[in-house]
Nanobody, 115 residues
Framework: QVQVVESGGGLVQPGESLRLSCAASGTISSINLAAWYRQAPGKERELVATITRSSSTNYADPVKGRFTISRDSAKNTVYLQMDSLKPEDTAVYYC?????????WGQGTQVTVSS
């Protein structure tokens, strides 16, 4: 069984930064793919960023140049550095970990950007 726990969310003002963490534990050999998604109130969940086992990354257009996804393989942890935050970034952010044949989600962490 794999447990995925996100942390690092909070309330910030526009233009500020946050770093989200996603820690995977349990019966996990290695992370093949990790992804951050977000879901704003009344909207569908959307993909924000992905990182592969070889650390190849991809970003959704709204966050390109502002967000950075990274990983620490030794700690089975994935990060999302979010800079120049905007009110439209407000959402619950979820982490998905793909390891072997399974895919596991965390419970989400709230990010609120407001003045």
């Amino acid at each position: 069984q794999v447990q995925v726990v996100e942390s690092g969310g909070g309330l910030v003002q526009p233009g500020e930064s946050l770093r989200l963490s996603c820690a995977a534990s349990g019966t996990i050999s290695s992370i093949n793919l990790a992804a951050w998604y977000r879901q704003a109130p009344g909207k569908e969940r959307e993909l924000v960023a992905t990182i592969t086992r070889s650390s190849s990354t991809n970003y959704a257009d709204p966050v390109k140049g502002r967000f950075t996804i990274s990983r620490d393989s030794a700690k089975n942890t994935v990060y999302l550095q979010m800079d120049s935050l905007k009110p439209e970034d407000t959402a619950v952010y979820y982490c998905k970990i793909v390891s072997g044949l399974r895919s596991d989600w965390g419970q989400g962490t709230q990010v609120t950007v407001s003045s």
